[in-house]
């Protein structure tokens, strides 16, 4: 891959491949991010996302390919756009016994801010961040929304036109997930290129300009968030929950509702999809004379979640199961 010295991207990543005995982490992967762009990296637990965000930061060195921030070659030079990336993991690594002013200012100080510099910067970002009144507590005591918080300010204390964050909201409660939501718009409106790893699909819809779905290792499609939901567009979906859903069913169900299009989604529901509003009584009825007892019929609006799982044949509920654990 060669680079385009007209090009927006600040992001080049060409070929990349890392492996790890006999299992290909990464492999292939070739994408750009447009300078300003808030870039989502969406995928299942060990699909591939965190080693291709260490070898962007320069904590894993790639088995082959190219790696260009901003022009810099970091194949060759993992640290050569250091000063231009903040980077918040998955796990925070600030220092427990330091109060959150201390934390930012010792961060500030490894990119050679001086004293008021530094000072000035930390107060403003426990400002932001609302957390100036936790300014003089210890980090180890925060919870885990303050933590993650602080993590996020800690990445951009220098002024970086690249943060890249792994599954920022993980394991947080609901309200620090929204403050934290709305924290990355802020910074994404205000210029910042964002590089965000997640196997949240709703968090990746609502924040995305562009989303990369990456399964095993190799990105399966790369597009606009509007590009993608095109194919969900004007449809309808239902799902029926009930005891007593037999597989043959579905057969059934499709002679006698052509123009429905039904999913045997687990052991007690069913999907029906349709591009015309779909009528739930006759379908309830049929299936409760198949005696069938009928708990839920519900109407669902299609997404992300449904795009992605028809790209990657990944359902929706392993999805879940991994948030349910991510949170526990």
Do not use: W
């Not at 690594?93 to 001086?114: Q, R, S």
């Not at 107060?123 to 885990?144: N, V």
């Not at 379908?283 to 992605?308: C, M, N, P, W, Y």
């Amino acid at each position: 891959m060669t680079t385009d010295p007209s090009s927006s991207a600040i992001i080049e990543v060409g070929e990349l491949t890392k492996r790890f005995g006999d299992v290909t982490a990464v492999d292939h992967a070739s994408f750009q991010v447009e300078r300003g762009e808030l870039f989502g990296f969406l995928g299942p637990n060990g699909a591939g996302k965190t080693t291709t965000i260490n070898m962007l930061i320069g904590l894993a060195r790639p088995d082959s390919g190219i790696i260009r921030i901003d022009g810099l070659d970091c194949c060759k030079n993992p640290k050569a756009a250091q000063h231009l990336i903040g980077v918040v993991p998955d796990e925070s690594n600030l220092y427990p016994e330091l109060t959150g002013f201390d934390n930012l200012c010792f961060c500030a100080a490894l990119y050679g801010m001086g004293k008021p510099a530094r000072i000035a910067r930390a107060t403003q970002l426990l400002k932001d961040f609302d957390l100036s009144k936790a300014a003089h507590r210890k980090f180890g005591g925060y919870s885990k929304g303050m933590k993650r918080k602080l993590a996020i300010a800690a990445g951009i204390v220098h002024n970086p036109p690249v943060l890249f964050l792994d599954e920022p909201t993980t394991g947080i409660d609901v309200a620090s997930a929204r403050n934290i939501r709305q924290l990355l718009a802020d910074l994404h409106r205000s210029g910042t290129t964002i590089f965000l790893t997640t196997h949240y699909i709703e968090e990746a819809e609502r924040l995305c300009d562009r989303i990369a779905f990456i399964v095993n290792g190799r990105i399966v499609k790369i597009d606009h968030v509007a590009s993608l939901l095109k194919p969900v567009q004007g449809r309808y979906a239902t799902l029926i929950n009930g005891s007593g859903l037999n597989p043959s069913f579905i057969g059934e169900l499709s002679s006698s509702f052509p123009g429905l299009d039904f999913q045997q989604h687990s052991q007690d529901r069913i999907r029906v999809e349709s591009s015309s509003p779909i009528h739930i009584g006759p379908i309830v009825k049929f299936l409760e004379d198949k005696g069938v007892a009928v708990t839920e019929a519900r109407r669902v609006q299609l997404s992300l979640e449904d795009v992605f799982v028809q790209i990657t044949g990944i359902e929706a509920d392993a999805m879940q199961k991994e948030k349910m654990k991510a949170a526990a």
